[in-house]
């Protein structure tokens, strides 16, 4: 959390899908709304009280930070102060109602260490900057803790235990590296120098005095259209496909000798027009020359790859299934919320519209 403001006063704390989704069919039931009821999620009354308290701090907020809100009462005040509010108590209530479905707690402790933990990437050490920040904001410690760090814990805590539910597993990983082998290869790799030439008599020129001994490194200088870039011409070469010009990449690997210098090599027309536009005199050459051998590739063990894989899975498998998991137990919170007259959130004029639905 680099800052509380945002997070606490401007249009909320917004929280992810991943984790704003957090709850299950929830055997709770929704209370009745009071008098004095803004929303109800489950058992959990939002008042108006806590409501008011938030618009009061959202306005010192908007006082400290030059801000001018819409007048209150007016539809732009209810949709840009009052609605964004709402709907931030009402998704830290789900969250909450999630995390005790679930058996989440988070410790007094635990959030008192969050807490520190984030004032202390905020203001360093200098706890006199925190309190005239609170002072500044209209703020309470309780405050950043209810409204902020609380809800913040609880949600990594439900996406962390939905996971276990959806672990992947040995075999999976096992599974996929066997059908997936031909990824996990290396390639052929190979040091050389290099030299790009604009055209056949520079590069005849440079593959002359470098088979004479000239030093590389003044040839490149002299010859090569990117000595600017490369001042040396060294280069570890792979054999991978497409990784390397292909005239370039055959000449490599194919039957040049380490400590051999190539005669000119013509650079492909397509990649001349790609890469060398206005460069070439009318056709570049390579000349290159084989510092050592070729180091064959292989195949890597699955042992190798395991955690690539398990990181690759949990993206695809894994996050598909959390991701399902998650819209059924939103759609259980939606049912157990409900609002006062005239704080639910605006619906869509067209339920079949591409717009974004609110998640209360």
């Keep these: 959390m680099r800052r509380f403001a945002p997070l606490l006063l401007t249009l909320a704390v917004v929280v992810s899908l991943a984790v704003a989704c957090g709850g299950g069919s929830s055997s709770s039931s929704t209370a009745k709304l009071a008098s004095d009821d803004v929303a109800v999620v489950g058992p959990i009354h939002i008042t108006k009280g806590d409501l008011d308290h938030q618009i009061a701090l959202r306005v010192k907020a908007a006082q400290v930070q030059k801000q001018k809100l819409p007048a209150a009462g007016s539809a732009t005040y209810q949709s840009q102060v009052v609605d964004p509010i709402v709907q931030r108590l009402v998704t830290n209530a789900q969250v909450q109602n999630i995390a005790d479905e679930l058996n989440i707690k988070a410790s ?86 290099y030299i790009l030439a604009k055209d056949q008599a520079d590069a005849q020129a440079a593959a002359a005095a470098a088979k004479n001994g000239t030093s590389f490194a003044s040839l490149v200088k002299k010859y090569s259209l990117d000595a600017k870039n490369n001042a040396s011409g060294a280069l570890s070469a792979t054999s991978t496909p497409g990784s390397l010009e292909t005239n370039f990449q055959n000449a490599v690997f194919q039957g040049l000798q380490t400590g051999d210098v190539s005669d000119p090599v013509q650079v492909d027309a397509t990649y001349a027009q790609q890469q060398l536009a206005g460069k070439c005199k009318p056709t570049c050459y390579f000349v290159i020359k084989a510092d050592d051998d070729i180091v064959k590739g292989g195949q890597q063990s699955f042992s190798q790859v395991k955690s690539q894989i398990q990181s690759t899975l949990e993206q695809t498998v894994q996050s598909g299934k959390l991701q399902k998991r998650i819209q059924q137990l939103l759609a259980a919170q939606k049912k157990l919320t409900k609002y006062a007259p005239g704080f639910a959130p605006a619906q869509p004029a067209n339920p079949n519209s591409t717009g974004t639905t609110p998640t209360t």
């Excluded at 005239?132 to 760090?149: F, R, S, V």
């Design 108 to 193: 007094p402790d635990e959030v008192t260490a969050q807490l520190n933990k984030a004032v202390s990437a905020q203001f360093g050490n200098d706890k006199s900057k925190y309190e005239a920040y609170l002072k500044q904001y209209g703020l309470t410690e309780e405050d950043i803790k209810q409204q902020a760090i609380l809800p913040s814990l609880l949600e990594n805590k439900i996406v962390n235990k939905l996971k276990t539910q959806y672990a992947v597993t040995d075999k999976q990983l096992q599974a996929y590296y066997d059908s997936h082998k031909s990824t996990y290869k290396t390639p052929d790799t190979r040091k050389v120098h």
